[in-house]
C-alpha cells in the first residue's frame, strides 16, 4: 500500500526555516501530484502547496507565497517543503498527500488526495 514519511519539523524561532521531506513508497510517484496540508489545533486542516506529477504546475495558500517553496525529486520518490521566514502562525501539524490518480492535476481540495502521511509537528516561537 501507498505509504508517505515525513520528516523534517521541529521548533524553530520566527523568521526561521526548515525544510520538510516526505518519502513516498507503494505508488509510481512520478505519477502523482503531491501536496502538503497543515492541521493547527481547533482548525480544519487546510491547503498549504501543491505540485503537478512532472513538477511543472506548483500551487500556495496565499498566508505562505513568497516564502514556501514546494519541490520534488522523482527519482527520490521525495517531496519537499522549504519553508523561511516562518510566522508563529505557521504553526501546525504538516502532512504530505498524494493525488487519488495517476497524471491528475495539482489541486489544492483535501478530498482531491486519497493518500496521507503521519504528519510532522512545527512550531514556531514568537
Known amino acids: 500500500q501507498v505509504q508517505l514519511v515525513e520528516s523534517g519539523g521541529g521548533l524553530v524561532q520566527a523568521g526561521g526555516s526548515l525544510r520538510l521531506s516526505c518519502a513516498a513508497s507503494g505508488l509510481i510517484f512520478s505519477r502523482y501530484a503531491m501536496g502538503w496540508f497543515r492541521q493547527a489545533p481547533g482548525i480544519e486542516r487546510e491547503f498549504v502547496a501543491t505540485?503537478?506529477?512532472?513538477?511543472?504546475?506548483?500551487y500556495y495558500v496565499d498566508s505562505v507565497k513568497g516564502r514556501f517553496t514546494i519541490s520534488r525529486d522523482n527519482a527520490k520518490k521525495t517531496v519537499y517543503l522549504q519553508m523561511n521566514s516562518l510566522k508563529p502562525e505557521d504553526t501546525a501539524v504538516y502532512y504530505c498527500?498524494?493525488?487519488?490518480?495517476?497524471?491528475?492535476?495539482?489541486?489544492?481540495?483535501?478530498?482531491?488526495?486519497?493518500?496521507w502521511g503521519q504528519g510532522t509537528q512545527v512550531t514556531v516561537s514568537s
Open positions: 505540485i503537478g506529477w512532472s513538477g511543472g504546475n506548483t
Open positions: 498527500a498524494a493525488g487519488r490518480s495517476e497524471f491528475g492535476r495539482a489541486t489544492m481540495g483535501v478530498a482531491d488526495f486519497g493518500s
